[in-house]
């Protein structure tokens, strides 16, 4: 466990050096934080000092430190004007708020006077306008500078286990949808309106993640939080018990079923007292009546446990080790409140989210669908964009593609960062830190700068892929085909490829191009941690995807026409092949039996009526045709030296040997495929 540290900010100097030497003097007595006043200390003038001084700490330093910043002289925290990141000039809310922004795994702890005091409005019950400032819980952040030793409070909770890396408190999440809502004029994209919904759901939902090990609270959170539950990560009894204390709403909980805290009894838990011949049930009963946070034991407890034995009639258990992040959300959606959650939509939505399991761009993939695009679309796409520009108002917002200039450096940041942990993320806990900087920096984003937008999405699912091979609680079969329709829909709405509207084939192509590199990334980690099978699905999807690319590229292009022919019959046709080793021998049987019918009518045995008396010879020269068609087809030359014919002109002679010479042609191209395959299975390359 590494030792938690304490960091002072302020803007005047003065500040500074009272509470510097406040903390030094008489925060050793009460907490166990590092805290050096010289090098841990800073007096600030502008926010890039910040930044640098909080940059020059290593990632584990940072996961555990918590910063008092001086906001005496700021502006009141219950207006909403006055926690903009986006906001012009360099005010102290503005500077608190991109801090949270960059730093979301920093405890900020909140120095202020009665002017900027938010203690006044209660935060438990929600405000139905779900972006005002009053629902964030400013109890876990703000002290009153004339009670100075609350800080103490909040940092022994903070040594305990307290963390702010999932938004437990909504600070984050009010300042993003505080950032969202200056664009309301902009046009309405699908992945606004999912960022919207995302953060709805955190403002109101909440979950926790109980565990004594590290690595499942870490990762177990991060599936909570990046499916829209704020998550509490519960790490110590002494956790537990403030968490309780603070009567807040636990609607999901994520929970280890043997729970062995450092700081916890035998006498704490019954099934640690008790061990295997307590029942279950009646221990996590007993355990929801000593924490009320929890749910009830029947409704919302995940129980994570490696054995089902104590908990055969149990709704909701996800046995260790699972199949990764999607596996967890399976099981959470399992439960009676995300039932409840679905249920407010209405049954057309719910529907239509059932049948839309691929992307736009992967349903392009098909073999029909390309085959109409290459007949119909290049001559009707001059008519298509004239109705679209009939459809469109004048008065219609133009979607400004770029974000302010703020929250990119702030995206630039956190992609920075995120990529100086990514290098040393050996473990699963430094690859889920990586991985929600990255998702934080997408989310804040929400599409509008497509490049930045891009990376993010990209190093998000390249730490996440490498947190569930890194972690043995992870099974050896991990779900990457929902990983892979989910980075296709997420690509596809960053390039504006919505349902309403034709993609062209520059976006289809773009999508196909940005989607290849990022499941490339993915195999090269599957590769190193010898998943195999996940890595064969990603070669299959990148072949599609590459086909796909090759489909779409310069498709106005007159001049490739017949090269696109050729990746819509030729280049799909390989895929498929390669996609299977079944599908390779349907092939050798379809064409065996193909050929088999042209020899038949060669040599005049196949007749389009049905003659009973001529039964057994029709059957037996079908018999013979077939086995010289293997035969060719196997043995790559003709199955009978002696027919070759003794007079030029002999017709038969020459349609056997045309029809024998293709034949060799596709045995040779599928039995090499069938080697490759078999080559490709045993060498795993």
Known sequence: MIRPSLFVVSHNQSMTSSLSKYFGAVGSAFIKHDFNPKSHSLTYSCI???????????????????????????????????????????????????????????????????????????????????????????????????????????????????????????????????????????????????????FKRRLIYCSAALDEELAYTFLNGYTAYRFGYRCYTVTSKAEMKKLSESKQTVDIALEDLQLKFADMTDEDDPLMNGGSNTNASDALITRRGHYEFLPEINSNRIIITGTQDQLEHFPNVCKKPFSGMFDLHEVIKETDFFRKVDGEKSWWKRFCLRIEN?????????????????????????????????????????????????????????????????????????????????????????????????????????????????????????????????????????????????????????????????????????????????????????????????????????????????????????????????????????????????????NGSYKFGFNPAGCDVFLRNMLDSFFRSAETFFSIQPFDNNIIPQIVNDLKGWKFHTVSLIEMIFGYFHLGIFIAWIYQKLARR
Not at 83 to 107: C, H, M, N, R
Request: glycine content about 4%; charged content about 25%; hydrophobic content about 40%.
């Open 358 to 602: 691929k992307s736009i761009s992967i349903k392009r993939l098909g073999f029909w669908s390309q085959l109409l695009l290459s007949r119909l679309l290049s001559e009707f796409r001059k008519l298509i964009e004239w109705v679209k520009k009939i459809k469109q108002t004048p008065n219609a917002q133009p979607d400004n593609h770029s974000a302010t200039n703020k929250i990119i450096t702030l995206s630039e940041i956190l992609l920075e960062r995120s990529r100086k942990i990514a290098q040393n993320a050996d473990t699963c806990p430094k690859a889920i830190y990586s991985a929600l900087l990255a998702l934080e920096g997408k989310e804040l984003l929400y599409g509008r700068t497509m490049t930045t937008s891009l990376e993010m999405v990209a190093m998000q699912h390249k730490m996440e892929v490498t947190a569930e091979c890194s972690f043995l609680g992870i099974g050896a079969q991990i779900k990457v085909k929902e990983r892979a329709s989910e980075l296709a829909c997420t690509v596809d709405k960053i390039l504006q490829i919505e349902k309403k509207r034709l993609p062209t084939s520059d976006q289809l192509a773009q999508s196909y191009n940005a989607q290849s590199e990022m499941i490339s990334n993915m195999r090269l980690i599957y590769k190193e941690y010898e998943q195999f099978d996940e890595e064969d699905f990603c070669i299959q999807r990148i072949r599609q995807l590459l086909q796909g690319l090759h489909f779409y590229s310069d498709f106005d292009s007159v001049k490739k026409i017949l090269k696109r022919w050729w990746y819509l019959f030729g280049e799909k046709y390989f895929n498929w092949l390669m996609s299977s080793g079944a599908n390779i021998l349907w092939a050798i049987f379809f064409w065996i039996a193909c050929f088999t019918i042209c020899f038949m009518a060669i």
């Open 48 to 198: 890039e000092e910040i930044h640098d001084f909080l940059s020059k700490n290593e990632p584990d330093v940072l996961l555990n430190g918590a910063v008092i910043f001086d906001y005496t002289d700021g502006l009141s925290l219950t207006r909403t004007e006055n926690l903009d990141p986006t906001a012009q000039g360099d005010s102290k809310g503005s500077i608190l708020a991109q801090l949270i922004l960059a730093y979301p795994e920093v405890y900020w702890i909140i120095i202020g006077t009665d002017q900027n005091d938010p203690s006044a409005y209660d935060s438990t019950p929600f405000v139905p306008n779900w972006d005002d400032p009053r629902n964030v819980h400013w109890e876990e952040h703000f002290v009153n500078v004339r009670n100075i030793g609350d800080c103490f409070e909040r940092l022994q909770r903070h040594q305990n286990g307290y963390r702010t890396i999932f938004d437990p408190s909504r600070i984050r999440t009010a300042i993003k949808i505080k950032v969202l809502n200056k664009h309301k004029t902009d046009r309405e994209t699908e992945i606004k309106r999912e960022s919207r919904d995302i």
